[in-house]
């Protein structure tokens, strides 16, 4: 009986190895064959891509051999902001036409139904243009066409865009930077960005403000024109020294960034006015700045570092022609 018994435990504890050899195995198994999916599912995905990059390679290359086009550029001659209509030349720099051949080209705007057309005049060699009156509520397609006696062909493979709105408008500010500083005892706003000179007589910064909003409300609104002065790159050496004495309270929001300069004896190099700005500077730079002190600003509102949260800061320029730019 008890030799029954050892050979039953016996049997058992076989058993049990082989359970667990068996267990082992077939994890393993898993584990090596999880693994080799991954690995395959690795591999699919590097070969995916690969083959995705040669075939956009490929059709930029085909693209590339099938656009004639060059260069094509404008230049904007001149502007009638109340009429909203400019003057621009167009400039067409092809790669090959055929002789003989007449090019033209046609522009397209959002929502128009028919195309602007204009022939191009040969300018010498593969040189080509324009003179052209067009909107300046509008962005442009352009579509340069190759004419002769079999008809005409498409010269542009890709889209070319004569970004007319975007240039005078939408685009009349480069780089804008905003930013806030807070301390147990002022709120610091700040905005800054360059500003396109189109030599376009009333596109011109005329005022410059600050909207200050409480919740989704406008609370108050300060005009800050007076500091809205382009300066040159002399000024960069001073300027962190400018927001630091207001961040402070040494020097409070009427002092402008010129008048501390002028104090500290500082002398930038190229300043210039406002009225020289055009004439010197492609693209003029500005600074803008305003100062919330807890102390004397807005005492109904009891601000302090945690309280000055629920104001948020908005810039508004507005330009000679009427345009308005928000940030």
């Known amino acids: 009986m008890d ?20 267990y082992t195995i077939n994890a393993a198994i898993l584990n090596n064959g999880n693994k080799t999916k991954a690995e395959f599912q690795s591999m699919q995905q590097q070969v995916q891509l690969l083959e995705n990059q040669i075939l956009n390679g490929i ?8 656009d004639k086009v ?62 052209l009156e067009l909107s300046l509520e509008h962005n442009y397609e352009l579509t340069v066409w190759e004419r002769g006696d079999a008809g005409q062909k498409q010269l542009n493979a890709d889209s070319r865009r004569l970004p007319l709105f975007d240039d005078v ?4 500010m480069i780089s804008p930077s905003t930013g806030t500083g807070i301390s147990n005892e002022r709120l610091n706003a700040e905005f800054s960005f360059l500003l396109k000179d189109l030599g376009i007589p009333g596109t011109q910064l005329e005022t410059a403000l600050l909207r200050i909003n409480r919740g989704d409300k406008l609370y108050d609104e300060i005009d800050v024109t007076q500091q809205a002065t382009p300066r040159s790159d002399g000024y960069a050496g001073i300027e962190e020294y400018y927001k630091v004495a207001r961040a402070s309270g040494q020097i409070d929001n009427s002092v402008t960034l010129e008048q501390f300069a002028h104090d500290s004896d500082f002398d930038p190099f190229q300043m210039v006015s406002i009225e020289k700005a055009g004439e010197t500077l492609a693209n003029a730079r500005y600074s803008l700045y305003y100062t919330i002190n807890f102390n004397k600003d807005y005492p109904e509102l009891k601000l302090t570092r945690d309280s000055a949260g629920q104001l948020s800061f908005q ?13």
């Open 3 to 22: 030799r029954s018994k050892a050979i039953l435990t016996l049997l058992a504890v076989n058993i049990l190895a082989v359970l667990y050899i068996g």
């Open 70 to 131: 060059e260069r094509l550029d404008y230049t904007l001659t001149g502007a009638d902001l109340a009429q909203k209509n400019a003057k621009v030349t167009l400039q067409v720099a092809l790669k090959e036409v055929t002789s003989s051949a007449v090019i033209a080209v046609s522009l397209r705007s959002d929502g128009q139904d028919q195309p602007l057309e204009a022939v191009l005049e040969h300018q010498g060699g593969m040189q080509y243009g324009a003179e």
């Open 59 to 66: 059709s930029r290359e085909l693209a590339a051999r099938a």
């Open 315 to 327: 810039w508004v320029l507005r330009f000679k022609d009427g345009y308005e730019y928000l940030n």
């Open 169 to 172: 408008y939408r685009n009349r």
